[in-house]
């Protein structure tokens, strides 16, 4: 039981050793240690606001992005309609001016026609007067080769004249 048990002097030695490490420490050590946690607490303090600034900064340009994209995808709609109607206008005017050149091109063939047919009526009537008149030659040079065909024909068309 002896090994277990400290003897009195042992203890004293003991203590006034812890004493003296206790006073160095206290006096040399712990100042250091405690102004290396005061430091490093109030570092760790700063950093904890810097990163909840940061998280505020990033809320708020999340919030500014978040707004730029809704205002961008709406200056998109307008542009997007605006190129609708414009496109919807477009068209319409081509389809107008297409209805109206149609109708011109008609209008305009109708005319050709009826000028075309008026002048082939002319013509074959032209034709056919011409042709009146090359056959009547004919037959009255036939008809009037013979002097007293001559002579009847002009005393007939003389009986004609007086009765009228």
Not at 41 to 51: C, K, V, W, Y
Not at 82 to 103: F, G, H, P, V, W
Not at 118 to 131: F, L, S, V, W
Request: proline share 1%; hydrophobic share 45%.
């Amino acid at each position: 039981m002896n090994l277990i048990t400290p003897s009195f002097g042992l203890l004293f030695w003991m203590l006034i050793g812890f004493g003296i490490l206790f006073f160095v420490l206290a006096k040399f050590v712990w100042p250091i240690i405690i102004s290396s946690i005061t430091k490093r607490n109030n570092f760790i303090i700063e950093q904890l606001s810097e990163a909840e600034n940061v998280r505020q900064e990033m809320q708020n340009l999340k919030a500014e992005h978040n707004q730029l994209l809704i205002q961008a995808k709406e200056e998109r709609d307008i542009i997007l309609s605006d190129a609708r109607k414009l496109r919807d206008q477009m068209y319409e005017d081509a389809k107008c001016k297409a209805t109206s050149e149609a109708n011109e091109i008609i209008e305009s063939a109708k005319n050709a026609i009826h000028y075309e047919k008026i002048k082939a009526m002319t013509d074959i009537k032209n034709e056919i007067a011409n042709m009146s008149i090359e056959i009547a030659e004919k037959i009255l040079v036939d008809e009037l080769a013979d002097k007293s065909k001559q002579e009847a024909l002009v005393s007939k068309l003389m009986k004609d004249i007086q009765l009228n």
